[in-house]
C-alpha cells in the first residue's frame, strides 16, 4: 500500500535519529562546561540611518557564539556609543551605516571615544552596505564587517590581539551561548 513512500518514511525517521546523535537537541546534552561571556558588545545604527539588516544578523552572530551584545537600536549618536561603552565596560563598539550621508557618523563615534577616554580600551568596528575595509582603515576603526559570517572570527581575533582580555576569547566557537550548568 504505501510502498516506496513507506521507505522514504523510513529514511526520514532514520535521519532524524542520526541527525539527534550527532547534532544533539537538547541545550543540557551539547554544554560541555558553563559558558563565559566572550566580551561585551555595543552595537547600533547610527545617526541618520534606520537600515537594520546587517546590524541585526550581525548582533546574532556574536550572541550565538557567546558575546554579550547590547543592542542601542537605529538613529544612534555618536555620544551615545560612547557613553554606553563607558558605562557598560564594553569589550567592543560596532556601528553601521548604509547611506554615504550617515558614514560620516563613524569618524565622529572614534572622536567621541577618544574624548571619553575609552578609544584604546575598546575595539572599534564598522560595517553597512557601503563601508568598506578602505574606510575603516581611513577612519582609524580596528575591524571592518562584511556581515554575520565573518565578524566573530574577527572580533575573537582582535581580542587576542588587544591582548587586554585573552581568556574570554579562548571560549571555542559555536559554543551554545545559553547553556547552563545543571
Wanted: aromatic residues 6%; proline residues 2%.
Amino acid at each position: 500500500m504505501y510502498g516506496k513512500n513507506f521507505n522514504l518514511l523510513v529514511l526520514l525517521i532514520l535521519g532524524i535519529i542520526v541527525s539527534q546523535l550527532v547534532f544533539p537537541v537538547s541545550g543540557e546534552a551539547s554544554c560541555k562546561q558553563e559558558n563565559e561571556s566572550n566580551g561585551t558588545v555595543i552595537i547600533g545604527t547610527v545617526e541618520g540611518d534606520s537600515h537594520t539588516f546587517v546590524k541585526d544578523s550581525v548582533a546574532t552572530a556574536l550572541e550565538n557564539e557567546g558575546f554579550e551584545v547590547i543592542d542601542l537600536g537605529n538613529g544612534v549618536s555618536a555620544e551615545s556609543f560612547a557613553a554606553s561603552a563607558k558605562e557598560e565596560k564594553a569589550d567592543f563598539v560596532f556601528s553601521f551605516a548604509s547611506m554615504s550621508t550617515t558614514m560620516i557618523h563613524q569618524i565622529q563615534i572614534e572622536e567621541q571615544l577618544k574624548a571619553a577616554g575609552i578609544r584604546d580600551k575598546v575595539i572599534t568596528g564598522v560595517g553597512g552596505s557601503l563601508v568598506t575595509q578602505a574606510w575603516a582603515d581611513q577612519i582609524g576603526t580596528d575591524i571592518y564587517v562584511s556581515g554575520p559570517e565573518d565578524v566573530v572570527s574577527k572580533a575573537k581575533l582582535a581580542l587576542l590581539k588587544s591582548n587586554n582580555n585573552a581568556l574570554k576569547a579562548s571560549v571555542p566557537a559555536n559554543e551554545n551561548a545559553s547553556c547552563k550548568n545543571p
